[in-house]
């Protein structure tokens, strides 16, 4: 039974290790939960969609209603015989008024169009901003994968060469061995624990970008984990040569429908057209209607007598109105100003359109390339690593015997540790343009 229980602590414990790794597609999903970009677009998205009921008001009339309260003495108008007098009086009136706009160059119209435009494209740029934000974090994410793995590769050759410099004194002891051949293999690991050094300050920047990129707090532990790496190595050793035929041409015809990066120029376009509308559609007459209703009560305060009510004179006094009102614009350098300012913004828009769609289809052709490129380097460069290992481990058993000098044997250590690297760079390198083509491919980001 207390077997049993310490095992059951064992498995207890590595789940709770293994749970602290953060894979690549959960650094992704922190990242776009947390990014800072995310919610600045949620608070966007709730401004044009209230800009969009703003412009479906603006097809409303507008109502204003006024009261003034008017005290006058000395010589003035008395309103009850419509005379100059000297007399004082308080003065009352109200209003209530109505206005629709009939015609304004179809602005209010285009207005809302425009409105419309902007509150749908939220879900665009919302896809925007979260693939952005996951592709950069990839590339942190495999900077600082590389970094740590480096370290491994390091730790390893620095463990081999402490290795060599046992064995080196103790050849040493036996009077089989110089004492140069003993300096030579210090330096060696000397030189060792300095790129071992080197790689652990270069794995905590690396740690240090992806936290930032993913919104982590810094002072938080994030231990990252490499299944990638290890799925490529097996995928690799499974085939004679890596897989290639994807057609660049074939992924941009499908992923240009669906690019978030292109439907925001589109989208930028519609907006700086609908923009051009209504600034000449403002140079155009324009064409309202409005009415009223007023009333008001008045008292005199230099002559006592008998005055009605203020009911009675809210009432009798009562007056009502109709006005159509035609404004014809014939001259106004602001609006003239506004109209070439919104063409060139247009023109403008569609310039970007034109880069965007230049540039999305270089990205794709790139990836697609690059993928199949470093598919095959991978796939050499597994072949050097394993020639070189067995270079370096002939060389080693020739020196043990004396058959080779210390130099020979670094040398060959050296470009051993060299392949291993590049090999390591090739599959980091390979992971990334995988994930964009299946990107391009339709596939989401985070899987």
Request: charged share 25%; aromatic share 10%.
């Amino acid at each position: 039974m207390k077997r049993i229980g310490i095992l059951i602590g064992w498995l207890v414990w590595t789940a709770g290790v293994s749970a602290q790794s953060w894979s690549l597609d959960d650094c992704m999903k922190y990242a776009v939960e947390h990014a800072t970009e995310v919610k600045r677009e949620v608070v966007n998205a709730r401004q044009r969609k209230q800009d969009y009921q703003h412009a479906v008001a603006g097809f409303l009339p507008t109502v204003t209603g006024g009261v003034q309260g008017q005290y006058a003495w000395g010589r003035n108008i008395d309103p009850e015989t419509n005379t100059y007098n000297n007399v004082t009086t308080f003065n009352n009136y109200y209003q209530l008024y109505a206005e629709l706009n009939v015609f304004d160059g179809f602005a209010t119209i285009n207005a809302l169009k425009q409105a419309k435009l902007s509150r749908d494209y939220s879900a665009t740029a919302m896809q925007k901003i979260q693939d952005d934000r996951a592709i950069d974090v990839m590339q942190k994410y495999v900077d600082a994968a590389y970094a740590e793995a480096s370290i491994r590769i390091a730790s390893e050759k620095l463990n081999e060469s402490k290795r060599m410099l046992a064995k080196m004194k103790r050849l040493y002891e036996l009077g089989e061995k110089g004492r140069p051949d003993v300096v030579q293999m210090e330096s060696q690991v000397a030189e060792d624990e300095y790129n071992l050094t080197h790689q652990e300050n270069v794995a905590k920047q690396s740690l240090l970008a992806l936290k930032s990129a993913m919104n982590f707090p810094v002072d938080e532990e994030l231990k990252i984990q490499i299944a990638e790496e290890r799925n490529l190595k097996l995928k690799a050793e499974k085939k004679e040569a890596p897989e290639s035929g994807v057609n660049y041409e074939t992924v941009y015809q499908g992923f240009q429908n669906i690019s978030p990066d292109l439907k925001s120029a589109e989208y930028e376009v519609e907006r700086a057209r609908y923009d051009y509308k209504i600034a000449k559609g403002r140079l155009l007459p324009s064409l309202s209607l409005g009415g009223g209703i007023s009333t008001n009560y008045y008292k005199n305060l230099s002559q006592k007598g008998q005055y009605d009510g203020f009911a009675s004179q809210f009432h009798n006094n009562q007056g009502e109105y109709l006005a159509l009102t035609l404004s014809i614009p014939i001259y106004n350098s602001d609006r003239w100003h506004s109209v070439k300012k919104a063409r060139n913004d247009w023109q403008l828009a569609q310039v970007n359109l034109e880069e965007t769609r230049r540039k999305l289809h270089d990205q794709i052709a790139q990836a697609v390339m690059d993928a199949e490129g470093y598919a095959k380097e991978l796939h050499q460069m597994q072949k050097k690593v394993a020639s070189d290992s067995l270079a370096y481990h002939m060389s080693s058993r020739k020196f043990e015997e004396g058959m080779l000098s210390t130099f020979d044997l670094h040398t060959a250590a050296q470009t051993l540790l060299e392949s291993r690297i590049k090999e390591l760079q090739m599959q980091m390198l390979l992971i990334i343009k995988q994930r964009l083509v299946a990107y391009y491919q339709g596939e989401n980001l985070i899987r």
